[in-house]
């Protein structure tokens, strides 16, 4: 079973020829709504993967919350832990041009009233094999669940996103740290491209290490000295938003499923996740792009 404490936005997506500059309006051609907020992805993408899923956040008393509820219903989530709160839902803004470039911008709103968590939470955060976590919600609630899961025997793992430094009191609960290498340097505060230095430098941090490398895969590292680097499958990648969901939600999948990370474990729960992250890019849009088990099974090389 694996527990997610985190976001949930509704993505605001219009497609437009150009981008507006400071004070301009253009305009725009396609508009859709869809799902998102890194909690709620990597829930769906947990989900998906064949994992039992809970979801902790909060939506907003507004229309935009319905939907998100229901999406999350909809992928089978069990949505007992996330609040209707006053006020507006998580937004993002998000314009795309014809190459590709966007601008974003995200209104937290009820993700922002997720600052203190409940004992049916602390039931489920405890009775779960993983707790996964990232940045989108106050860090109060990140840190309270984060020390539930420790005390509960619940693997703890946090995917630094959006990236900043973390405390102490939270690095101390993390069994396994989730990163990009951009929020690899930040977490760090280490400025290198060279993944071997950035893993160095996270397992002085946390006990484990992944670092995602895009199209060549993905590296782990431990405090035992075990340094393993998978390559991700070959693909034609289309668009590559919400690969890192993909790929976060199938590793809390497989660690939920072989009992934790290690030398021994490490090399298949990567390659799998890895398989996720391809499946992902493979296919346009973000939430709607995460891939099912079996989908995941089939770029899946042992
Ligand atoms: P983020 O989306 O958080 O920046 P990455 O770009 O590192 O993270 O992608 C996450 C994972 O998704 C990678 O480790 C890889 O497994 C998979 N992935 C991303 N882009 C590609 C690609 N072009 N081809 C194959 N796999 C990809």
Do not use: M
């Not at 996330?82 to 601008?103: K, M, Q, W, Y």
């Amino acid at each position: 079973r694996v527990v997610v404490v985190g976001s949930a936005n509704l993505d605001l997506v219009v497609t437009t020829p150009q981008l507006p500059k400071p004070g301009e309006t253009v305009l725009g051609d396609d508009f859709r709504t869809v799902p998102g907020g890194k909690g709620a992805n990597q829930a769906v993408a947990a989900a998906r993967a064949g994992a039992d899923c809970d979801f902790v956040g909060a939506v907003g008393a507004d229309d935009f919350g319905g939907l998100l509820r229901d999406n999350l219903v909809a992928a089978g989530i069990d949505v007992r832990g996330l609040r209707t709160v006053d006020g507006p839902s998580g937004v993002a803004l998000i314009a795309v041009d014809g190459a590709a470039e966007n601008f974003i911008v995200v209104a937290p709103g009820a993700n922002a009233a997720l600052t203190a968590l409940d004992d049916a939470d602390r039931t489920a955060v405890a009775a779960a094999d993983v707790l996964l976590l990232q940045l989108e919600v106050p860090p109060s609630a990140v840190t309270q669940a984060a020390g539930w899961a420790r005390d509960g025997g619940t693997t703890v793992v946090l995917n630094a996103a959006p990236a900043r430094p973390l405390p102490e009191e939270l690095l101390d609960r993390v069994d396994v740290l989730v990163v990009n290498e951009h929020e690899a340097a930040v977490v760090a505060g280490v400025f290198t491209d060279e993944p071997a230095a950035l893993l160095d430098a996270l397992v002085a941090l946390v006990p484990r290490a992944v670092l995602t490398l895009g199209a060549r895969g993905a590296a782990y590292a431990d405090r035992h000295g075990t340094r393993i680097e998978v390559p991700a499958p070959k693909v034609d990648a289309v668009d590559t938003t919400a690969a890192g969901d993909a790929f976060t939600g199938a590793l809390a999948v497989a660690l939920a499923e072989r009992g934790g990370l290690c030398a021994d474990t490490a090399p298949a729960v990567l390659r799998w996740a890895c398989a996720a992250g391809a499946a992902c890019a493979q296919r346009p849009g973000a939430s709607t792009a995460l891939p099912e088990r079996l989908t995941i099974d089939a770029l899946y090389v042992a």
